[in-house]
């Protein structure tokens, strides 16, 4: 597609489900990150992907959030038993670089609500 | 601790009054610093990246500046479509990964 693609684009969950985000990045670009954004708040960090390589987790808050990625395809975050405090917007991101100064393309982020 | 701040959180403006905005980055060792307009709803689009203190760029209304411990914004003459929260992020020698301020909330009245 014409840019990154993210589904659903609102959720709402009650607390303790599981919930899976979706992001298409764009065709060709290496690199994707998820971020996370609370209201009023900066990006926050949660995981990168850069092709084939093993992905760094560090920004993960907690072993409940997991995400994969297959290749410079699809990506899926998932978070498990979820908790009031993680109702926020996710952001997804890709790049043509991986690593390095680059221009990341956003899509339009899922807001996820836990009542 | 790496770290960056903006200023103010929230800006208001009359149609056609220029301002700046501020970004305050205190990090070890900067590789760019760079720009973001965020519309509600929508995830952040980028503008500018900044590499060295000194360098400017400009688009349409917008020019960007650095120096070793800030950047500015500058919005001239803004208009009604310029409303919006711009960010302003680094990536620092150490972390590759952007460091993130929480930007500012920019609202142009007609």
């Known amino acids: 597609g014409a840019g990154v693609s993210q589904s659903p684009s609102n959720k709402v969950t009650e607390k303790g489900k599981d919930v899976e985000l979706r992001c298409d990045p764009i065709s060709g670009h290496t690199a994707l990150y998820w971020y996370r954004q609370r209201l009023g708040q900066g990006l926050e960090f949660l995981i990168y992907f850069q092709g084939n390589s093993a992905p760094d987790k560090s920004g993960l808050p907690s072993d409940r959030f997991s995400a994969e990625r297959t290749g410079e395809s699809v990506s899926t975050l998932t978070i498990q038993r979820t908790q009031q405090e993680d109702s926020a917007v996710y952001l997804c991101?890709?790049?043509?670089w991986g690593t390095g100064v680059a221009e990341a393309f956003f899509g339009q982020g899922t807001r996820l609500t836990v009542v | 601790e790496d770290q960056v701040t903006q200023s103010p959180e929230a800006l208001r403006l009359q149609e056609g009054e220029s301002s700046s905005l501020n970004c305050s980055y205190t990090v070890s060792g900067l590789r760019g610093l760079f720009w973001y307009r965020q519309d509600p709803g929508k995830g952040p689009e980028f503008l500018f990246t900044l590499y060295s203190a000194g360098e400017e760029k400009e688009k349409e209304r917008l020019k960007a500046t650095l120096t070793k411990k800030e950047s500015f914004l500058h919005i001239t003459a803004p208009k009604p479509e310029d409303s919006a929260t711009y960010l302003c992020a680094v990536e620092t020698d150490s972390n590759y990964q952007l460091i993130w301020g929480a930007g500012t909330k920019l609202i142009i009245k007609p």
């Open positions: 991101a890709s790049s043509l």
